[in-house]
């Protein structure tokens, strides 16, 4: 039990001290990010600022700012909503002289409770045990306290239970604090939208990253790209958890909007971009703003990687052993800067590249650039970073972000630009006949026809760099657009190769 005396110029000094107490031992133990320290609401504790004395309460408060009311001589804080009695006075002992317990004066009386931030418990009673979460000893759990003044510990009222975190076990709007003096009203006030956060919510909510959870068990190795909470701790080195109510791909896997207070990209540095092929290292991606989505649409490591060394050799083989052989679906990134194809050094087709890899139009900011631009009806583009929509039984096609002077100067209808799509289409379907004919593919399930129990032996080895081509373009999901020329030339080297021809 905590038993401080209630002399009158002893008393305010000793609370703020116990509270500041909890933040400094808090501090040393528990942070693992130097930024959220000494921040008002935080991972770690709670750290409040006095204000002075005042007749009335001062104006514009803000969280955890607390004042001496000198109209009841009570200690108010302030908790983002109203201000609430923190202390009260109580009666003044007899100066100079150390209060004897039951004689004169009362005691403050402290008790705390370990319920998460978000489950408030039931006023404390009797002598701060009761009930039974309430103890008197503070532990490092401890998210709620209670005080009273009174006489002894049995006596007296206990005040509301007050919320000492804004942190809460996993929590993820949490997980990562609050920076130091955000308003929360910037963006959570019902009659402003400063950041047209709705806008963008309802955009979010008819793209796909709003489904990312759904479909499979969310196993450890898919967290990271497939939920906020595995992004978040794959991009800040954290070992990755599994937990079953993950959220999709959302505005907290992209943005840090209560640890920065605004809706900068929460990591825009370059990705590595693993290879799938032995002696080839990996590269990185830099496309500005882009390399956010890198983050995630980026190859996967299958087993059995194909050797462009030995891309003439003519009598080696390679066994696939798993039907999901490629570089999984998240390939744009490769495909967009022209690497992951299997490339023949005899291959009859030179391997060239589209504009789009270089352009600094494109260079900027990558997929953004396309994918982001402005929509229509909240269908397309923007947080949609969808580019085809069906209205009215037509298709619409998001040509804002091609329509440059310096890259397509006139209107597009379509993003067919000089029909090179339909050959991609075409040549596509030339080869997934190919290699259905040959049992490589299984056309229905998409995949390779493939198992540990029946492997697939391709001889010679560098034969299945048209299989590894063909899921490569297919997957990258764009027809080609992202690099037509990469795209093509890879599917008519594949072509030739099934064809025999070289
Ligand atoms: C820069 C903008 C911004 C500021 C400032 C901000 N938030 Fe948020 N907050 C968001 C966004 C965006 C979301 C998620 C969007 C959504 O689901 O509405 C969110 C979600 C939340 C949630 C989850 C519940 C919910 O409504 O989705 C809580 C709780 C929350 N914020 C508390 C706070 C508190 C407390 C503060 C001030 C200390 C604060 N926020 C300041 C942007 C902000
Ligand atoms: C490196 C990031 C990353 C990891 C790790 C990852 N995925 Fe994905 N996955 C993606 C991206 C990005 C897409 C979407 C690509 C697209 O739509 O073109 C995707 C798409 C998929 C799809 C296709 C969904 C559809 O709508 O067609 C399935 C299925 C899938 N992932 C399953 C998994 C599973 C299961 C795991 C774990 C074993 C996993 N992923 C791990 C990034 C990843
Ligand atoms: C997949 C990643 C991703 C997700 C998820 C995402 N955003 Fe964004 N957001 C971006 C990118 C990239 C930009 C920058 C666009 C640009 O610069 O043109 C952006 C820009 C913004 C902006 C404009 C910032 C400015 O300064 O103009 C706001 C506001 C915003 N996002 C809010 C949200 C909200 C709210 C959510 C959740 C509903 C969300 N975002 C989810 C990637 C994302
Ligand atoms: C945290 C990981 C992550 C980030 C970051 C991310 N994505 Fe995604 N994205 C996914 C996953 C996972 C899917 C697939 C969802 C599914 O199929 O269920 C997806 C789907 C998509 C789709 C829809 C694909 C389809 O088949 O319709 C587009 C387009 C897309 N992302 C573009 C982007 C762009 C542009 C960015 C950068 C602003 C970005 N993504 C950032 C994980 C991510
Ligand atoms: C030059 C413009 C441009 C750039 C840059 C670009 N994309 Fe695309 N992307 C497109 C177009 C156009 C499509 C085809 C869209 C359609 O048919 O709806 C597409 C398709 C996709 C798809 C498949 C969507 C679907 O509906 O199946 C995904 C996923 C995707 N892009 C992600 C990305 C990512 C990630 C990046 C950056 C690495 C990127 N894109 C860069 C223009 C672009």
Redesign the pocket.
């Known amino acids: 039990m905590k038993n401080h005396h209630g002399l009158k110029p002893f008393l305010y000094a000793t609370v703020l001290a116990i509270v500041l107490h909890f933040v400094s031992c808090e501090k040393g133990t528990h942070s693992t990010d130097d930024e959220t320290l000494g921040h008002p609401i935080d991972t770690t504790g709670m750290v409040v600022e006095y204000r002075g004395a005042f007749v009335v309460p001062p104006a514009d408060p803000v969280l955890n700012w607390v004042y001496l009311n000198t109209n009841d001589s009570g200690l108010y804080i302030y908790n983002d909503t109203s201000w609430i009695l923190m202390i009260s006075d109580g009666s003044d002992g007899i100066n100079g002289t150390v209060r004897v317990n039951g004689t004169s004066g009362k005691n403050i009386f402290i008790t705390y409770c370990d319920n998460s931030f978000s489950n408030r418990p039931a006023v404390p009673s009797g002598d701060g045990t009761l009930p039974a979460q309430w103890h008197t000893n503070y532990t490092p759990l401890t998210s709620w306290v209670s005080q009273k003044i009174a006489s002894s510990a049995t006596d007296g009222t206990w005040g509301p239970p007050i919320c000492f975190r804004m942190t809460g076990g996993n929590g993820l709007v949490y997980f990562e604090g609050f920076k130091p003096d955000l308003l929360c009203s910037e963006c959570h006030t019902p009659d402003k939208d400063s950041f047209q956060i709705i806008e963008k919510k309802w955009q979010w909510s008819v793209s ?1 990253h709003s489904e990312s959870t759904i479909g499979f068990e969310p196993g450890i190795s898919c967290t990271e790209c497939h939920t906020t909470e595995g992004f978040f701790q794959k991009i800040n080195g954290l070992p990755l958890t599994i937990d079953i109510n993950t959220t999709p791909v959302g505005c907290f896997a992209c943005h840090s909007p209560h640890k920065k207070g605004d809706f900068s990209l929460r990591r825009t540095d370059p990705v590595l971009l693993f290879s799938n092929f032995i002696g080839v290292s990996r590269f990185s ?1 830099d ?1 500005g703003k ?1 390399n956010l ?2 983050k ?2 980026r190859p996967r490591a299958v087993m059995s990687q194909l050797d462009p060394g030995k891309s003439s050799a003519a009598n080696d083989s390679i066994v696939i052993t798993t039907s999901r052989w490629f570089s999984h ?2 390939v ?2 490769q ?3 022209g690497k992951g194809g299997y490339e023949w050094q005899n291959g009859p087709v030179p391997i060239i590249q589209s504009a ?1 890899t270089s352009a600094s139009q ?1 260079k900027s900011d ?6 982001m631009a402005t929509g229509q009806n909240n269908s397309s583009g923007g947080h949609t ?4 929509t069906v209205n009215q039984g037509s298709t619409e ?3 804002t ?2 329509v440059i002077p310096a ?1 397509h100067p006139s209107p597009m209808t379509t ?1 067919d630009d000089n029909g090179k799509i339909t050959e991609i289409r075409k040549n596509l379907d030339t080869l997934k006949i190919l290699l259905s004919q040959r049992h490589w593919l299984d056309t229905l399930t998409m995949t390779v026809k493939a198992s540990t129990a029946a492997p697939l032996v391709i001889s010679p080895s560098n034969k299945a760099g048209a299989l590894w081509n063909y899921f490569l373009v297919a997957n ?4 080609g ?2 690099n037509a020329k990469y795209a093509n030339s890879l599917l008519r080297n594949s072509i030739a190769k099934m064809r025999g021809q070289f």
């Open positions: 796909k991606f496309y882009g989505c890198a995630c649409h679906y998240g744009q990134s495909m967009l800067m789009h494109i990558g997929c953004i650039v396309c994918h970073m969808n580019l085809t096609y998001l040509t972000g091609c890259c993003f990258d999901g764009s027809e657009i992202h």
